[in-house]
Each structure stands twice: as C-alpha cells, then as structure tokens.
C-alpha cells in the first residue's frame, strides 16, 4: 500500500506512483481519505463516455486507455488500464473531475502561478499556451504552483493535484530546460517537476482566459457580462464534455467564483515576441 497527497486528499493506493511523493505526514486535519486501486489488463472500449449507475457512482470509458469506477458515496475510484502510463496520463483529470463534481467541488482546467498566498490562474482552450506562458512567467514575484488542473472547493484554499507539469518536446526546446524526467505520457508529453512549495495558498486571486493575437502587444479585457463569464467558467471545468449534467449542476459555481475577477489576456502568437514582452505580460497578470 502506497499513500499519497492528491488535490489535498489522502489516497491509499494498490499501485506505487513512482513521479510522485509519497505521503508520510501525520497532519491529517485538513485532509479527508479515498481509496485508489488499479488493475493493468486489456481495455477495448470505443471513445468516451461516462455512465451514472446511482446519484455517486459513475463508469468511465476512456477509450483503449483505461476504465474507471468511482464511487462518490464511499470515496473510492477503481480502473482497469493497458499499461501504467494510461492509467497515470488519465487519472487526474476526468475521473477526479467525476469524482469532485459528485461532492459539489469543481475541478478547474487551468495552469496556476502562486503569488505569496494567492494563486493566479491561467486558462484557455488547449494548446494556447497556459503551461508556455506559466513557465516563462515564473520567478521573483510569481512562483509555478500547478499545471493543467485546479480543484477548487470553497473560496479558500485552491488544491493542486501534484508538482508536475506536462511539457512538449516543442516547449522543452523552446524553453531551455534541460531537467526533464525521462518518462512521457500516453500523447507524449515529459514530466517536469516544479518546486514542492510547502506553502499553501489561501484563495484564488484572479482567473485570466489565454487568447492569442497577431498583435505584439499584449492586453487585457475583463470580462463583465455574467452569462459570458459563466460560459467561460462552465466550459473550463475538466471533462465538461462529458460529465452527466444531474452532476454538473452539483457545482455551485456562483458560490465558488462570484468574487473573483476573471478576464481575458491577448498574448502574441509568435514566441520569439511572447518573450520579448513577458515583462509587460507579468505587469498585466500582476494587474498593473
């Protein structure tokens, strides 16, 4: 048995997670627990789907990846994967999605950037650029915090599900790093491990929408129109293509977001330009 901290749960696991950090603090006060066990056999499943078999528990089909039993009531998920990699490259997204979306709680398609207590997170349609810009972004005043999801369960205290972030051979190259681990996902990305803050932050302080332009200047547009600002919210919660809706409107998305300002940012298509005003983008991202 292996246990690890994940989006801030307690999880016991049948099947050793070698990317991450094994749990071993005695601080639980914070923390409820779930059960996680995997099998690795044949999936022969066609596309994506979840079926609701009760109010908590669900099935989800991921294709030839993996299979997935979560049961909300009694906080255990189970899947049946073809190899580690599908089940690890598959875990965190959908089925925690599922999972959190059972209990009320949203898990958030975002990057996000820790700025002392507060997170700042970034968001946007795939392939935009979050991680991109994340990564350039980080330094004195704003630290990586989170790649790709953010579970958010009231408006205090934002949880990131590890300290890994998912980068392309592209970005790798792009962005000079050199100290990526060896391991790829089942799309072929490589893991990069961010700093293990010990710091936890208090609320989410901003959530900015990624949108690139021709133009070489970056700028803001805040969004204040409600009905464009919850279409915006809605459409970034993980899986929310898929997710039945007797789930989705379980999340009390007013309660969870209504204070906190949201907007789009217009970067530069070009890298080469990204770079050249990433100073002028972090004054934006800090709201100056």
Not at 48 to 58: A, C, G, H, K, R
Not at 116 to 141: F, N, P
């Amino acid at each position: 048995m292996w246990i690890y901290k994940i989006y801030g749960i307690i999880v016991y696991s049948n099947i050793k997670m070698p990317l991450l950090s094994e749990f071993s603090s005695t601080d639980t006060n914070e923390s409820f627990f779930m059960n996680l066990h995997v099998e690795i056999g044949k999936v022969t499943c066609q596309g994506i789907s979840v079926e609701e078999l009760d109010n908590n528990t669900f099935i989800i089909k991921l294709g030839d990846y993996a299979i997935y039993y979560v049961d909300g009531k009694d906080n255990r998920i189970r899947c049946l994967a073809t190899s580690f990699e599908s089940f690890f490259s598959t875990l965190f997204n959908i089925p925690f999605s599922l999972f959190f979306a059972s209990k009320g709680w949203c898990l958030f398609h975002a990057c996000s950037l820790l700025r002392e207590k507060t997170v700042i997170c970034i968001s946007g349609d795939k392939g935009v650029g979050k991680t991109t810009l994340s990564y350039l972004l980080a330094g004195d005043q704003l630290k990586l915090y989170s790649d790709d999801t953010l579970l958010i369960r009231s408006k205090t205290r934002p949880f990131r599900a590890h300290n890994l972030m998912k980068l392309t051979d592209q970005s790798v190259s792009e962005l000079n790093i050199f100290d990526v681990n060896k391991e790829r996902n089942i799309i072929g990305k490589r893991y990069y491990s961010i700093d293990d803050t010990k710091i936890k932050p208090s609320r989410i302080e901003s959530i900015i929408f990624l949108r690139r332009t021709s133009d070489n200047k970056p700028w803001v547009e805040p969004i204040k129109l409600p009905a464009i600002k919850k279409g915006m919210l809605y459409h970034n919660i993980v899986g929310i293509g898929v997710l039945p809706y007797s789930i989705i409107k379980r999340i009390d998305m007013e309660s969870l977001f209504s204070d906190i300002p949201v907007s789009f940012l217009h970067i530069p298509s070009n890298f080469e330009t990204l770079k050249k005003v990433k100073n002028d983008i972090e004054s934006l991202v800090l709201g100056g």
